[in-house]
């Protein structure tokens, strides 16, 4: 083989390694922009869950998704371009597993007995994993398109029912707050033998009874339902807006 055959080999398959990494980022960019996952990614975002499930958001980190997955830690960033990116994904992977599909409003259905439905659910899927609600609250909405396509069938559902654009949009981003934020406190609140074990409330005692009794209530009650309290705030809200509803229809 004279030198020029052989250097038109070499160019050729550099040109074809070329052409296969730039198809590669190709179908990268298509399956980013569908919004699909490949098998890989998948493999990675359960890991990244199963380690939620056991040690909390934490201990979810590049090294020990890697150590687990039997790789290096760099490869995962072709998959995903840092851990908030693989965490928007998380919060998506949380919240389709209880909202494979979202169900309107039914005609005949009050709206606000749908709207407390949803929110139940919507705690629940937070709940379903420590840290869980810190999750899914600060996901973005994409990759999070569950979290766009929830708010967007509220928004449907309660315009359905007669309320005015903007007051929709207040209910929905007061009810979804509500939840986020009540679901990262309790699962951020210390248990009830925590908080008597706390020195410091032992000293505070006296000096603030009614909120030590509060507290040691609430912790009581909700070892034998803890929906209670979440499920009164949200009918505190929702009436509010049952209240501003009848005044705008007068």
Not at 43 to 64: K, P, Q
Not at 74 to 101: C, G, R, T
Not at 115 to 143: C, E, H, S, T
Request: hydrophobic share 40%; charged share 25%; net charge negative.
């Amino acid at each position: 083989m004279d030198r020029l055959e052989l250097r038109r080999q070499i160019l050729n398959q550099r040109l074809e390694q070329q052409r296969l990494r730039i198809n590669q980022r190709i179908e990268k960019q298509q399956s980013r922009l569908a919004g699909t996952l490949n098998a890989r990614q998948e493999h990675i975002i359960a890991t990244a869950l199963e380690i939620l499930a056991e040690d909390g958001l934490e201990n979810v980190s590049v090294r020990e998704i890697a150590k687990r997955l039997n790789i290096k830690a760099p490869s995962l960033y072709w998959h995903f371009k840092n851990k908030e990116a693989l965490v928007d994904y998380m919060a998506e992977a949380i919240l389709k597993e209880q909202f494979a599909q979202i169900q309107p409003r039914a005609d005949d259905q009050p709206w606000d007995e749908w709207l407390l439905d949803i929110m139940v659910q919507l705690r629940k899927a937070m709940l379903a994993y420590p840290d869980g609600g810190r999750v899914v609250a600060g996901a973005n909405l994409y990759p999070a398109v569950t979290l766009g396509d929830l708010f967007e069938t509220i928004m449907a559902s309660l315009t359905s029912a007669g309320l005015r654009l903007q007051l929709s949009r207040t209910v929905a981003m007061t009810v979804i707050d509500y939840t986020f934020g009540y679901v990262i406190e309790e699962q951020a609140a210390p248990s009830s033998e925590e908080v008597e074990s706390l020195e410091s409330v032992h000293r505070i005692k006296t000096r603030y009874p009614l909120m030590i009794m509060a507290m040691q209530e609430a912790h009581s009650h909700y070892k034998t339902d803890s929906n209670t309290d979440f499920i009164a705030g949200l009918q505190l809200i929702l009436r509010a807006a049952q209240t501003i509803t009848s005044e705008q229809t007068r």
